[in-house]
């Protein structure tokens, strides 16, 4: 057994470690570090002795004694100074042999409550659950090692001073915590699939979220909300090699080629919007994979656009969430359905100051504007639309959108992946 | 687990004296509040407003003293609870009920020691 196989047991075994350890002690720091203490003896053990029948169990057990360990040693310092009575011993070893209890669903609730500083709970969700390194986040959220290494350990440090318990929440707290998990990693995968080129450093860590909203999902097998996020994210990454061209052009959704399309997570995504559709079709997380369903439907780029359909469950969405992007995003449809005149009516009935900054929102509009012939306000929209494009697909995309009306040429394709 | 919970509110809403109808009201929920919590409840008042505050600073060993609050901001500090409960989860549980007149915030802050 070598590195390479303790890395593997790591990555399957620890989240679950880390949580029972968490749990039971009460606390992040001590559950991480006897974890780590018990990886460094697995790599000098191992070798020499030969690697155990269960390596995930030998690493339990192991790092359950070293926190054991950590703990008589703070308490005997403790005692030392201050005479304190003799506190209670954590005795009762894991069996040899037992199952790793799963406490992961109350660890990705403690590191993402409400409490803990927003930019860091994906953070501290994926080195606690998923057990990235802080180099390997770092790199993915695009940060230096030492800036996230200092949010993590202020996350740490705020979960441990607040108080915020080690348990799953509740009834009475339940939706609102739910409600900061799911936003959390919806933030984290947005975030991983922004760049449509999809070739920048956060396609592996897609990868992560989607394995966490599976882990997630089977925690909380009933919750429509788990399972319509678990299905979302896998029509999202399922197109991801289609939303460019060989030029780093972004391609819209409507214009993508479905045979790109990975069809073994189309498939998963559909079983988890079945789950979710028995459990409550009635939410807006349900509905918004029902509309990316629609999408993934599609055989060829020969199967007319689902426009019609998208359009039906936007009108449902919008009883369920009415909000300026899910008001925007009906509006792409509505475009198709009914024509862009009446689309840009819709759009300018979207609060302005909510959309001030918001990039889609231009890139629609100038497309809209564009097709009714208004070219003037297009191209102002265009370039109010290119000021605020971070990323190199998108950009380009803008860019020749805008460079072709300036030419008077007619584009091909329609409207933003949206 | 104790905490403190401390109260903002635009404290204008309640007159210059804290003695209008807005305060008789928002006094009248306190209390039926303070029945509600029982023996969670370890401490607590009102205050008057910040017009009433005095501040003694302490800037490198030399002490002065001024008047007003240490802070001005748009919501002031006008009252607080000392609770003892299991968590924190359970401290926002309380933290939502404690009664605001209009618009307001609820700091909750763990009080140091064991």
């Known amino acids: ?418 | 687990m104790q905490f403190m919970l401390l109260i903002y509110e635009d404290e204008s809403i309640y007159g210059p004296d804290k003695d209008g109808a807005a305060m008789q009201q928002i006094v009248a929920k306190h209390m039926a509040f303070n029945r509600e919590l029982g023996a969670v409840r370890m401490g607590g008042a009102g205050l008057k407003s910040t017009t009433s505050a005095t501040t003694v600073r302490t800037t490198k060993g030399k002490q002065s003293i001024h008047d007003g609050p240490f802070a001005e901001s748009k919501e002031q500090l006008g009252g607080f609870y000392l609770i003892d409960v299991p968590d924190l989860d359970a401290a926002i549980a309380v933290a939502k009920k404690v009664p605001v007149l209009q618009d307001g915030s609820i700091e909750i802050r763990p009080v140091l020691g064991p």
Not at chain 1, 103 to 112: H, K, P
Not at chain 1, 227 to 255: D, V
Request: glycine share 4%; aromatic share 6%; net charge negative.
């Open chain 1, 1 to 418: 057994m070598n590195g390479a196989a303790l890395d593997r047991v790591f990555r399957e075994a620890g989240g679950r470690i880390t949580a029972v350890l968490a749990s039971r002690f009460r606390s992040l720091d001590l559950a991480e570090d006897s974890l780590a203490e018990a990886c460094a003896r697995a790599l000098d053990v191992w070798p020499r002795n030969g690697a155990p029948n269960d390596p995930a169990a030998w690493l339990y057990q192991t790092a359950y004694r070293c926190a054991v360990d950590a703990i008589r040693r703070r308490d005997t310092a403790t005692r030392l100074a201050s005479y304190a009575a003799e506190p209670d011993a954590y005795e009762d070893l894991p069996d040899d042999g037992g199952p790793i209890p799963d406490e992961r669903l109350a660890l990705i609730f403690i590191c993402c409550h409400p409490a803990v500083a927003v930019e860091a709970r994906a953070a501290l969700t994926l080195r606690l659950v998923c057990g990235l390194s802080t180099r390997e986040i770092s790199r993915a959220f695009l940060l230096p090692e030492a800036t996230l290494a200092q949010r993590l350990i202020r996350a740490k440090r705020k979960i441990a001073d607040a108080g915020v318990p080690f348990e799953v929440p509740g009834p009475e707290g339940w939706p609102e915590r739910l409600d900061a998990v799911l936003s959390t990693l919806e933030v984290a995968y947005a975030k991983a699939h922004e760049d449509a080129s999809g070739t920048g450093p956060h396609a592996a860590y897609a990868i992560e979220i989607l394995e966490l909203t599976r882990v997630l999902a089977q925690l909380l097998p009933n919750d429509p909300d788990v399972l319509a996020l678990a299905a979302t994210t896998r029509f999202t990454e399922a197109r991801r090699r289609s939303r460019t061209n060989s030029r780093g052009l972004m391609i819209p959704l409507s214009e993508q080629d479905p045979a790109l399309w990975d069809r073994q997570l189309i498939d998963e995504g559909r079983s988890f919007l079945e789950r979710a559709m028995a459990s409550d079709s009635n939410r807006w997380r349900v509905v918004q994979s029902a509309i990316h369903a629609e999408w993934c439907a599609r055989k060829s780029v020969s199967d007319p656009p689902p426009w019609q359909e998208v359009l039906a469950l936007y009108d449902v969405l919008l009883t369920l969430r009415d909000d300026p992007v899910v008001r925007l995003n009906r509006a792409v449809a509505l475009a198709e359905v009914s024509g862009a005149q009446t689309a840009i009516r819709e759009l300018d009935a979207i609060d302005a100051e909510v959309t001030a900054e918001f990039l889609p929102y231009y890139a629609v509009r100038a497309d809209l504007l564009r097709r009714s012939g208004r070219n003037i306000e297009a191209l102002y929209a265009y370039e109010v639309a290119i000021s605020l494009v971070t990323t190199p697909a998108e950009r380009r995309w803008l860019t020749e959108r805008r460079d072709m009306l300036m030419r008077g040429d007619k584009p091909s394709s329609s409207s933003p992946d949206r």
